[in-house]
């Protein structure tokens, strides 16, 4: 597992704001290098959230999604909530991160 997901949540009167970035390079399996040769699909697939161990959501991502994927979502909390964020890839590569709510 790698912990290189970036994430900040910030309360305001009982209203989390969150916004995740995931360091990836999200690559189609549609692009050619300038060799002409196809760049090997890697992308994340799946994304879950949590909120004090409890699912908030899940969500299935695709090769359409762009290079370093930006995420920002609202959703009822308080400070000092814990919200974890786990992503797996096409290779079955796990990216986790942890923030408390602030």
Known sequence: MMSLLRIV??????VVSA???IPHPNESGMRRDEGGNIVPAHFVQEAEV???GDSLFEMQLGPS???NPFLQ??????????MSVMCKDNH???FTGE???K
């Not at 949540?9 to 009982?14: C, I, L, N, R, S």
């Open 9 to 14: 949540a910030v309360e305001d009167q009982g």
């Open 19 to 21: 916004k995740v970035i």
């Open 50 to 52: 949590k909120l004090n």
């Open 65 to 67: 999604v762009s290079r």
């Open 73 to 82: 979502y609202r959703f009822k909390g308080k400070m000092g909530d814990k």
């Open 92 to 94: 079955g590569v796990v």
């Open 99 to 101: 923030a408390l709510v």
